[in-house]
């Protein structure tokens, strides 16, 4: 019998029609049940499911948009593991009854179980033309003390049908690193979006259940299909792993990630939203040229985000590393955001660093820098029941202000005042905690070590005994400070604004002296050297890369001789050697410097390929010489497309991928691209275009999303566009553009200040010609049909002055400028190009 349904309510004899319309086109929901083989066939156009209720319930196909994803003989069902039995839906006592009742399927009678318990499960099903909404009811007969539970499990076909699942926090699990059957990992989210980037295809898998707590996990199995398990329970499910910790969310060898739970007697609800997307039009972006886009999206798409181990986990390891670490003291978690792009990973990171701020950072101030599995890389005692610690190999200070950098650069891409303000106070202690370590009041704050003999880390570059004064933390600092000073202004704090201005711009003066001085500058080694200690003495004078890419970025070095020495030097020491990427540094480090295996050059820390300073190097030469920053975001992108980028380093003799700490800083010369030379620089009042593009990659589009609003971004040789749907500015250099409904914002270069506003229901599109204190010059058109008012204002005009504003050289009026140097003034859309002129007299 076939069920239709359609919007007349005309009944016709066996069949139910029922049409749904859409912007496009109408979409029908079909609804086919064989009452002999007991099979049911429902969906709608691009999914299309076939429940089987003979014996058994459970979901053996499902079509998304073409492709069926599920192993057939298992497919979806619920299934619940004790120590002495094993429970499914694909063993009942009896066959179950289905009932059809417009676009609404039930299936009642799934009883499961045995002496000990009874399960009674109601599978209710609501069809619409683009999702299908899976209810279920279960009863418990009695409480039972489960050891795996999956309500329900979906066994797609193969570990490939899927590349990846991102997360409702904005993490991933990426199957390409399942390496071994039975690989499993747990998460505690409610959602997972499975996707294939080469098919195009994706599956959004939503759990609903009020004051309930969803847990999720994936597994490979023996044979090589991929289980995709629910649990949703009254509390948070733990990880069965380690013994005296339980924070271990990727195993190998077994399936059990979670530690056993009780269930409860008595009916529960959750409600399995299942809807498709296409891949390619929710998170493609754009059109590349002069660079491979497919290469450059799947960075973005998986490396990316692999750092996010879990919800309120956010660091640079994956939960793919044995341990399981997370770097506190990484500046770039919230950077490589800018390029993912997507609101769910800065909302899951904003959750992150209030678990951060509530547990990481102690009374005084310090952020512990670490996080991991297990306490095995910890300093004995100095662990946290939550799993933060002080590493083993030092105390590594940089954890202190990158806590401040993230916080700061994720508010710059969310705006979200309200909540930087809760970040205020433990920020605040952060800084001062490692301010007040300046003990001889020179700018530059000290470590916990004052010699390399102690042989104890300090900063990332963690087996290298960096010691006293530390140039990599320093920079850190700086970087920090300035970022933080500007929220402490938009917090109305004017007096830590003040001080934290006055702390950084010492410390830019002394980082800039000769080492002879008390600075970093190595005038012999024409670079910054990586520290002093106490006693005077200069180490890692072998150009260190970060500390000096650090001091360019961040712009602690403003001296135009320098970067162009450093940058020279260094790429000239690339050529020689055919680096496809650069090391931690160009030369070795001295003998006692670091840990003894860093020796002979190069070793790990010592000379080996870290891909984690992407950005900063790519940042340094953008605003330098932009080809060569192009370059090794290439060679980033060809080395990807050899192995995947799913290492921790690579050799310095043969440029082979090394290690088993899988990055996400691997992504950070393509969030480079993004950044300094595509120049996307989401700020928190208005969206900062900043290119420094080459002729080969003139033509790029890029789609991007600010404060979910879609963009296009036009990037061609000296003429760069921001466009949304009613919007479009056009200007030759750096500006920012900013829309609430139909106001729109123009500011002239990097200026934090609005320069010209324009309201208007109208679409419109501006194309800036000339903007400086004597003249304001642009051209407008618009594709309305009928003229539409615009209102324009214009901003930080002399005070008190008379313009002249002309269009198409006309004189349209005279007007005079208030005391803020403001002015006001009407014109109308037009279609046919037109000249507005604003001089001042």
């Known amino acids: 019998m076939i069920y239709r349904k359609r919007r007349s309510s005309f009944l016709f004899p066996a069949i139910l029609f029922v049409v749904f319309t859409s912007s496009v086109f109408a979409q029908d929901i079909n609804i086919k049940n064989d009452e002999q083989t007991k099979k049911m066939v429902f969906g709608n156009q691009k999914m299309s499911i076939t429940l089987d209720y003979n014996g058994r319930a459970n979901i053996s196909l499902m079509v998304i948009n073409g492709e069926q994803v599920l192993d057939t003989t298992a497919g979806i069902y619920s299934f619940i593991k004790t120590k002495s039995a094993r429970y499914s839906t694909l063993h009942l006592s009896a066959n179950p009854t289905i009932k059809v009742t417009g676009n609404n399927i039930t299936l009642n009678g799934i009883i499961y179980g ?39 499990v979906f066994i797609f076909n193969s570990i490939n049908t899927w590349e990846g699942a991102y997360h409702g926090y904005g993490g991933l699990a990426w199957f390409y690193l399942f390496n071994k059957k039975q690989d499993t990992y747990g998460v505690h989210t409610n959602s997972s979006q499975f996707w294939n980037s080469k098919t195009g295809k994706g599956l959004s898998v939503v759990v609903t259940a009020p004051e309930k707590e969803v847990a999720m996990n994936y597994t490979r199995t023996v044979k090589d299909r991929l289980a995709y398990s629910i649990a949703v329970l009254p509390k948070k499910m733990l990880p069965r792993f380690d013994s005296g910790t339980q924070r271990r969310r990727y195993i190998r060898d077994t399936t059990d990630v979670w530690a056993p739970v009780t269930i409860g007697a008595g009916t529960d609800k959750q409600t399995i939203t299942l809807t498709y997307f296409d891949f390619n039009e929710q998170y493609g972006r754009g059109k590349f040229v002069g660079i491979n886009g497919e290469q450059a999206s799947a960075v973005l798409n998986t490396i990316a985000r692999i750092g996010v181990i879990d919800k309120q986990h956010f660091g640079g390891n994956s939960w793919h590393t044995p341990y399981g670490p997370i770097c506190l003291h990484e500046q770039y978690i919230a950077q490589i955001g800018l390029a993912i792009n997507d609101q769910t990973y800065l909302k899951g990171y904003q959750q992150c660093l209030d678990f951060y701020r509530d547990n990481a950072i102690g009374p005084d101030g310090r952020v512990l820098p670490r996080w991991a599995y297990s306490n095995e890389d910890a300093m004995p005692g100095k662990f946290t029941d939550k799993g933060f610690y002080e590493a083993q190999w030092g105390y590594l200070l940089d954890s202190n202000p990158d806590i401040v950098t993230n916080v700061s650069e994720l508010y710059d891409q969310t705006g979200d005042i309200s909540w930087v303000k809760t970040q205020q106070q433990s920020c605040e ?3 001062d905690w490692i301010i007040n370590r300046d003990v001889n009041h020179n700018g530059l704050v000290e470590m916990m070590t004052d010699s390399m003999q102690q042989k104890r880390g300090s900063d990332w570059i963690d087996i290298i005994w960096a010691s006293y004064e530390n140039a990599f933390v320093n920079a850190k600092l700086y970087h920090a400070l300035v970022l933080w000073a500007n929220i402490e202004k938009q917090l109305g704090n004017i007096a ?3 001080q934290y201005n006055a702390f950084a711009k010492k410390l830019k003066s002394n980082f800039n002296k000769d080492t002879t001085e008390g600075g970093f500058w190595d005038k012999e080694n024409k670079c910054y050297v990586h520290w002093r200690d106490k006693n005077g003495s200069i180490h890692g004078r072998n150009m260190v890369i970060p500390v000096n890419f650090m001091a360019i970025a961040y712009g602690i070095c403003d001296d135009a001789a320098r970067t162009k020495t450093i940058l020279d030097t260094i790429e000239t020491q690339m050529q020689n050697e055919h680096l496809f990427f650069w090391p931690l540094c160009m030369t070795t480090y001295a003998k006692g410097e670091g840990n003894d295996w860093q020796f002979p050059f190069p070793a790990y820390e010592n000379g080996d390929i870290f891909l984690s300073w992407g950005a900063l190097g790519v940042k340094a030469y953008a605003a330098y010489k932009p080809e ?8 980033v992108l060809a080395q990807y497309a050899k192995d995947g980028l799913a290492f921790q380093r690579y050799g310095r003799v043969k440029q082979d991928g090394l290690g088993d700490d899988i990055l996400s800083g691997n992504s950070l010369s393509i969030v480079g691209l993004y950044q300094a030379i595509y120049g996307i620089n989401p700020l928190y009042n208005r969206f900062y275009l900043n290119p420094h593009i080459t002729n080969e990659l003139a033509g790029t589009q890029v789609r991007y999303h600010y404060r979910n609003q879609p963009l296009v971004i036009d990037l061609a040789m000296n003429s760069y566009s921001v466009s949304n749907k009613q919007f479009k500015i056009t200007d030759k250099s750096d500006f920012g553009f900013f829309c609430v409904k139909n106001d729109l914002a123009y500011f002239n270069g990097n200026s934090e200040n609005v320069a010209l506003k324009i309201a208007t229901q109208s679409n419109l599109m501006i194309d800036i010609k000339s903007w400086n204190r004597d003249l304001y010059s642009w051209t407008q058109s618009s594709q309305d049909m009928v003229s539409k008012k615009l209102v324009y204002t214009i901003n930080q005009l002399n005070p008190n002055r008379f313009y002249s504003i002309s269009i198409n050289n006309k004189l349209y009026q005279k007007i005079k400028s208030n005391g803020n140097g403001t002015l006001v003034f009407n014109y109308k859309t037009s279609k046919d190009a037109n000249e507005i002129v604003v001089a001042g007299k």
């Open 628 to 635: 060569l920053a192009v370059k090794y975001v290439k060679n």
């Open 114 to 152: 045995d002496k000990a318990v009874t399960i009674n499960e109601i599978w209710s099903f609501t069809l619409t033309a683009d999702k299908i909404q899976f209810d279920v009811y279960r009863t418990m007969s009695k409480a039972i003390i489960a050891e795996q539970v999956a309500m329900p």
């Open 496 to 498: 830590k604004e003040k």
């Open 429 to 431: 202690k952060a800084l």
